[in-house]
């Protein structure tokens, strides 16, 4: 009988990515206590410390902060250090950006795109000037990019899909991507809300918004926050307002 299917181990599947090709793996998580519901980090670590030691993935906090250890599972992003593995789960990197190897994507595409356009514009050091609650709430962002999942605009940099429909033919991120994402667009919504924002900066903020590609937000159904900010009422709905009077 192998590990995978003991009675009472909990059966995932794990996709490993090398060399261009993919194979999914099956694991059995050996539960600690008889009523637990591992987190999928605690079944990657698990798998890495036993039958899959060059398994390849990324955590940094554990606690929900940081973001990295975003993964998909069941085709859905969710944040791996939080996210409980049911029996059957099937997990992967996310489909939303190019994978390095096993779960780990390159991340710097979409950070990169915005290397000079975050400039406050503000005068002088007004440290008693308090932001508004909705710069405060947009600060909850941990950077885990779940909201890249079905969101059309950041399709725009993989021929309108995601990037294993390319063949290789993938954009450079090293240069950032051309087209934005909630992400980037929620940089932009915060500083346009810094109390220290200009309307001339505020107006730039709109720019890069519609360079961006805001125009593929018009329309869609909104887009999913890993922690649960309201990307499109305090993020895409503010911004589209902005470039409508602009």
Not at 6 to 28: K, S, Y
Not at 139 to 144: F, L, S
Request: with cysteine; charged share 25%.
């Amino acid at each position: 009988m192998t590990e995978d299917t003991e009675p009472g181990n909990l059966r995932v599947e794990i996709d490993i990515h090398r060399d261009g090709e993919m194979q999914r793996a099956a694991f059995g998580y050996r539960r600690r206590t008889p009523d637990e519901r591992p987190m999928a980090l605690d079944v990657l670590l698990q798998a890495q410390a036993t039958t899959m030691p060059e398994l390849a993935f990324r955590f940094g906090c554990r606690a929900r902060n940081c973001g990295v250890c975003t993964i998909d599972i069941n085709g859905k992003p969710r944040i791996a250090c939080r996210a409980r593995v049911r029996d059957g789960d099937i997990l992967s990197p996310m489909a939303t950006l190019p994978v390095l190897a096993d779960l780990v994507v390159r991340r710097d595409g979409v950070a990169r795109q915005l290397r000079g356009r975050l400039q406050a514009g503000g005068q002088g050091n007004e440290l008693n000037v308090e932001a508004p609650k909705a710069y405060h709430d947009l600060t909850a962002c941990i950077e885990c990019y779940a909201c890249l999942d079905n969101c059309p605009m950041h399709a725009r940099n993989f021929g309108g899909g995601v990037p294993a429909d390319m063949a290789g033919n993938l954009p450079d991120p090293g240069a950032g991507y051309r087209w934005g994402n909630p992400f980037s667009l929620l940089k932009l919504q915060r500083l346009s809300l810094d109390p220290l924002a200009t309307d001339a900066s505020r107006a730039e903020v709109t720019a890069h918004a519609v360079n961006l590609g805001l125009d593929a937000c018009r329309g869609c159904p909104g887009c999913k926050c890993g922690v649960g900010i309201d990307l499109k009422g305090q993020v895409i709905g503010p911004l589209l307002q902005a470039a409508k009077k602009a």
